[in-house]
């Protein structure tokens, strides 16, 4: 991919993506918007194609790919509906893909099958009421006793807490050694404790599920502690990693979307006895938007293809989606303003890019972290 130019197979990929998301998905976007259903069979016909599995090897159901075509699928499925992208990206990278990276065989067998299949669809519950951007002073604790963990807390933001089948939590077993006392654990989420408090009724995205959840004396088997004890949010950080490189090609693939809209508009919408896109006023946006999508597309797949090598990642998987969610809110408005008043109405798609877009600015690591992360490299290096 780092030619330029996508291979045979990456082309295959985006040309699946955009037949089925034009038949399966966008006839369906704005009745899962404002009804806000997460659409299961979605989730299983994509698993069909193997875009639930992505970075799973084959041996456990997955299609064995990497992150260049991880990052192009949820490109892809960002530029019709944000919400299904975001699952998708969810789904692969935080879940299914800590399961694949920590997990032992007797993990993966029993779990990464299905949710490779997308037969099950997996949550990630890190974030807690007080636990945000500070992720490791966290409260929720893990007691061990009669070969079980017994796991008391509350999580927020559970992307996929209330329709999961498998999530991942994390709960300190160590409190006293705060960060470095935490552990993430395997837990199936018929089990008793699991509470689902509420669905968030959220701005944009509204299709893909994020809950709040209460733990309450929730029993885990001792074999499905992920990883070793005390490594969870060491390991978290590694996993975010790829998260970090998915979101940005999200935000990559909303903000084309959303410059299409707009190019299609211009096009179409006449004032003054003229076409809108004869303006220059409106070329410079379009121009503007444009270079700042080119610019994010090279920070996204330089990141996936230096994940793909094995590389440690941080900092060039921060500034791909520093810069790439940033720049997707500016097209995003850019697009709506060049829509005038009827880009603030649900008949134009660039409605809903607006709202979905702020999210990608927050989720899996703020603006602000990214920036402290960045600054952090920066000064380590040089």
Sequence with gaps: ??????????????????????????????????????????FTKLGEFGFMGILVPEEFGGAGLGYTHYALIVEELARYDP?????????????????????????????????????????????????????????????KENGKYIINGSKTFA??????????VFA????????????AFIVETNSPGYIVLKKENKL???????????????????????????????????VLQGGRISIAAMALGLAEGAFEAALKYSKQREQFGELIS????????????????EAARLLVYRAAYLKDQGKDVTYEASIAKLYASEVAVKITEQSLQIHGGYGFTKDFPVEKFYRDVKLTTIGEGTSEIQRLIIAKSILNQF
């Design 204 to 238: 944009g995205c509204r299709a893909s599920d994020t809950a709040q959840l209460s733990l309450e004396n929730l029993e885990v088997p001792e074999e499905n502690l992920l990883g070793k004890e005390d490594e969870g949010f060491m390991n978290a950080l590694q």
């Design 1 to 42: 991919m780092f030619g330029f130019e996508l291979d045979e197979q990456l082309k295959l990929i985006q040309h699946t993506i955009r037949e089925f998301a034009e038949n399966e998905i966008v006839p369906n976007i704005l009745k899962w918007d404002e009804e806000q259903i997460f659409p299961r069979e979605i």
């Design 278 to 293: 004869e303006f220059q006023g409106i070329q410079f946006k379009l121009a503007d938007m444009k270079t700042w999508i």
């Design 159 to 168: 992307t996929h807490g209330s329709v999961g089948e498998v999530a991942i």
């Design 172 to 183: 300190k077993t160590n409190p006293d050694k705060k960060k470095k006392g935490i552990s």
């Design 83 to 143: 919400s299904i992208s975001l699952s998708v990206a969810a789904h692969n990278g935080l879940c299914t893909n800590h399961i694949n990276l920590f997990g032992n065989q007797k993990q993966k067998e029993k779990y990464l099958i299905n949710l490779a299949q997308g037969k099950w669809i997996g949550a990630w519950c890190l974030t807690e009421p007080t636990s945000g951007s500070d992720a490791g002073s966290l409260k929720s604790i893990a007691r």
